[in-house]
């Protein structure tokens, strides 16, 4: 597709109970990030990747949280024994431009997938 | 965390008015990025500014940059309805990720 393209987009689960949310970025960028957003709130960095690897995952929270890029393109962001407060929208962006000192160039971002948990 | 925090938080205007947000960010950058997020979608990138730059233009949108203050402003003029959205600030300075603010709720009525 022509854009980021995130599944699903609504997912309502239990607590405890495990989530996979996936990303597929735009053909070609290389690098790609996990953002999370709480309703009124600008966006709260998770991880990035350049290629395969994490080249950051320092906004990730506890280890309940984790993401995958193996092939480096599609990306899974994996929440184990979901808790209330994990609920927000989940925003993945893909980007051209490398970061890690580079000049980060711009994001383009999926429409996200909300997650509730209940 | 945040990096960068926008001001006003809310900003309510006539449509045909100029509106300005204000952001300031706490560490050195590489460039600053303003993007734009209609309610309930993904955000829109709106324009980049170097950090060697110290204004940009784009339509009708305009970027200062000042980097003594840590502080950048994004200027709409001739606002319309179809600009009310949130507006956030990002800056790169930390290891090449992109630290978003916490946005500017702008609302132009007609």
């Known amino acids: 597709g022509a854009g980021v393209s995130q599944t699903p987009s609504n997912k309502v689960t239990e607590k405890g109970k495990y989530v996979e949310l996936r990303c597929d970025p735009i053909s070609g960028h290389t690098a790609l990030y996990w953002y999370r957003q709480s309703l009124g709130q600008g966006p709260e960095f998770l991880i990035y990747f350049q290629g395969t690897g994490a080249a950051d995952d320092s906004g990730l929270p506890n280890d309940r949280f984790f993401a995958v890029r193996p092939e480096g393109s599609v990306s899974t962001l994996k929440i184990q024994r979901t808790e209330r407060g994990d609920s927000a929208v989940y925003l993945c962006?893909?980007?051209?431009?490398?970061?890690?000192?580079?000049?980060?160039?711009?994001?383009?971002f999926g429409e996200g997938s909300r997650l509730t948990v209940l | 965390s945040q990096q960068g925090e926008e001001d006003p938080q809310a900003l309510s205007i006539q449509e045909g008015e100029n509106a300005t947000m204000n952001c300031s960010y706490k560490t050195s950058i590489n460039n600053l990025q303003w993007y734009r997020q209609n309610s309930g979608r993904g955000l829109v990138h709106l324009i980049l500014i170097r950090s060697n730059e110290r204004e940009k233009h784009s339509g009708r949108l305009r970027v200062t940059l000042d980097t003594s203050k840590k502080s950048s402003s994004l200027l709409i003029t001739a606002s319309r309805a179809a600009d009310t959205a949130s507006y956030f600030c990002a800056t790169d300075g930390q290891g090449g990720k992109l630290i978003f603010g916490q946005g500017t709720e702008l609302s132009v009525k007609p």
């Open positions: 962006a893909s980007s051209l431009e490398r970061g890690g000192g580079a000049r980060t160039g711009e994001l383009f």
